[in-house]
């Protein structure tokens, strides 16, 4: 055998050591992604989109045409009441439209106290993300976990209680299992997946 | 010279070639396609049975292949029904363990067909069952719900698994207490004074002037006496259709119109388009959908509910019920209905009291509106603001709002009837087949429950905080 072939060899056995290495952290979801960017950068940047969107709808659309300048109400049957959305249903809405469009990411709005019980908890990063970004304001939540066969990166962003309209709400709702919200609070969290492998 | 074996083989090869042409031919001819039914049909789909690639869009498309085909007829439907469980809900990883149970975006999931055996209400397929598959624990969040078996949650008049439209616990609360009929009961769009009732939903035509019947445009041979002397009183030559307008028709891709004596469906979808597409996506018309020919037209004697004898091979079109060249939108609404209807709820229409009304409004002894016809609960009037143009137009999907029998309170009986007489009436199947001569049996507790659960819970209720708007 000659010594060329012997490189070919050792090249081809890095490489494939290299695939197989890139693979399996991929894999365990070291937080790249295979473009290069960390998962969580990614994650971040899409919430920072999204937390931006939502405090602009409740600001500016539900909070100033409902509570100040009452021309207008916001219901959860917008539809039949020719209301606007709540807050929480245009960011439903937008994850739903979103999930049809790509699979690269998923987001949802949940909550340890929610009104729509479909929005608890109900994975164990769930249950330790929402209770992390509740317990330290401020802070995010990073973890991993397998659903459906697939391992996805997770991440938890606070959702806090950015105008009177959110307190005021879910304090009243026959729902809401909690009723003393304050302005500032946080009362769920965003969650962002994206998933690690194929 | 020829052996016997060798004529044995010679016999086998041509009938195995006979035989493979012909199952190769029944293959590609959509209405021949009998030796390859696996097995009865539903009730919604027994009509296009011999129509595979209805639902097989592709032989080797798989469940996605049918889930398309399911979505390309249902789709629409589901959506203006502002479904409960769409597949979108689904898309959420979050729910992976729950489609690991139930793949609830797929409909073949619950609605398999083939399956006689397994197939009960509604095209179900699952046990009746299944909602505790996701909703096991709903006792604990609505003490109402103890100790109920997960059997009824749809079949007692609770809950739907799509529709709630008429369903959802603040829609009930809203229409609690309402009296059992409304002091001036009105079909709600049939009385609207300020929305039009079109019949015509074609923007491009033009309106002209009337036309007397010299003025008819058709070959000289087809204007008989008869048919112009209709026409010309005809509401249609008073707008200016001539007979050109229903009568010349292209066929398949060609680019010149032709003229052809019966052009059934063709002649009217011009102009009637709303009415045209309803018609074929509901069991009247549905044989006729462009993508299922050369099926033959709907047949009364192709029909699984009881139908009258002297009308089995009548073909279902839309002469067949609104007339040809002097069309009657009342007959069309009652008389031609039980022309082939033979049933138990049909026969039981006429000295009902909804049949008393109708004849009332038709003799102009009360209000547009007030009287209730077949076509009032099957083919009801809807809105639409399609194209920025509000108006009303009449559905001809007779399965619309159908099954399950709560789609009817919103569309129909909500006009006229308070919400809890209307979900008891249609709990009531004796009731119905009676014709709704009478009180209903059934009691659907939904309401009550909603009452009790809204004063036992909290204050105020998310819309009262946005609830007081300043006046326009």
Redesign the interface.
Known sequence: MTSRSHSVRRISVLAGLGAASTLLMGFLGFGESKGGLPFKDAADMLHAVMEADRRVYTRVVVQRL??Q?????????Y???K?LP?PAQMFRLG??AA??TTKKF?Y?LLSLTP?N?QNNA??DV?RKGLDAVANNKGESFYGDEQ????R?FTAVYPDTAVAE?CV??H??????PR?DFKLGDVMGGV?I?I?VSD | MITSKTRLWLAWFIASVTGGTALVAAMLSPGHQWPFLIGKMTSGHHQIELACKACHLSPFGGKQALQEACVKCHGEELRKS?DSH?A??F????N??R??KLNAQLCLSCHREHKPQLTHAMGVTVPDDFCALCHADIAK?RSSHKGLGFSGCANAGCHNYHDN?AL?E??LVKHAGEPTTAATPLVALKAAPDLEQTASSAQAFEPRGPLAADMADGPVERRGETILAEWSADIHALKGVNCSDCHSIKIGNATERVWVDRPGLAGCQGCHVDQAHSFIDGKHGMRLRPDLQPLAPMRPGLAEKPMKVSAQSKEIGCTSCHGAHSFDTVRAQMEACLGCHDDSHSKAYIGSPHHSLWLNETSKQAPIGSGVSCASCHMPRVRTDDGGRPRSFTNHNQNANLRPTEKMVRSVCGDCHGLQFALDALADPALALRNYAGQPAAKVEGIEWAIK??EA??????????????SP
């Open positions: 409902t509570l300048d009452k021309v207008i109400t916001a219901s959860e049957h539809a039949d009441e209301a709540l994850a739903e999930a049809e998923s949802s009104i019980k109900r994975t769930e659903l459906g066969g697939k996805y309209a005021k709400c304090n009243a709702h026959k729902d809401s009723h969650v997946r998933p | 502002k769409p979108k809900k898309n959420d990883p979050r992976a363990d489609l690991e969040e439209q959802y603040d829609f659960r809204r819970k909290a204050p105020l209720g998310i819309d009262a905080i946005t609830k007081e708007r300043k």
